[in-house]
């Protein structure tokens, strides 16, 4: 049997995430997780412990009729151990409200990974917005230098 990459199986955790958001599947969804880990959704929602995830995430769905959870692009680096990663993947979302409303999320999500006897499991990810809002992106972007220096991002520099 041939071994996978660290890059093409952290690629299909991250794609066995979004499969699972958009099929509603929480024990599909539970199962990216290391039991220790820890999600931060930013607004003060940040949870550690896989019960508290899994909390906050069916918490969350109740909000959606429906979601579509696109992964766009992404990479990793591996540490030297070979045991631990991180990661930043952008994702775009097309939701349904539970009242109906209709927007779109586009994001990244800044990961760290560490590799168990199951294969690589989230060990953080920390949700990173760049717009939330209607489909005619008439609202705020929150990755211009204004707002990106307001959230402290380093490396600004245009």
């Known amino acids: 049997m041939i071994e996978e990459s660290p890059y093409a199986e952290i690629s299909m955790l991250v794609h066995k995430y979004a499969d699972a958001v958009v099929h509603r599947n929480g024990t599909q969804w539970s199962s990216t997780w290391h039991k220790d880990?820890?999600?931060d959704l930013g607004g003060g929602r940040l949870v550690?412990?896989?019960d508290a995830i899994k909390d906050l995430?069916?918490?969350?769905m109740k909000g959606f009729q429906a979601t579509?959870?696109?992964?766009l692009n992404g990479g990793i680096e591996?540490?030297?151990?070979?045991?631990v990663a991180s990661g930043r993947w952008y994702i775009q979302e097309q939701v349904?409200?539970?009242?109906?409303?209709?927007g779109i999320?586009?994001?990244?999500?800044?990961?760290e990974y560490v590799k168990t006897e199951d294969g690589w499991?989230?060990?953080?990810?920390?949700?990173?917005?760049h717009y939330a809002g209607p489909h005619d992106l008439s609202e705020d972007f929150q990755c211009s230098a204004e707002k990106l220096r307001e959230r402290n991002i380093e490396g600004v520099d245009v």
Do not use: C
């Open 37 to 39: 880990a820890v999600w």
């Open 48 to 50: 550690e412990g896989i």
């Open 57 to 60: 995430w069916y918490t969350a």
């Open 68 to 71: 579509i959870q696109t992964v």
């Open 78 to 83: 591996v540490d030297q151990s070979g045991l």
């Open 96 to 102: 349904v409200r539970s009242n109906g409303d209709r």
């Open 105 to 111: 999320l586009l994001a990244h999500y800044d990961d």
């Open 121 to 129: 499991k989230f060990s953080r990810r920390f949700l990173q917005p």
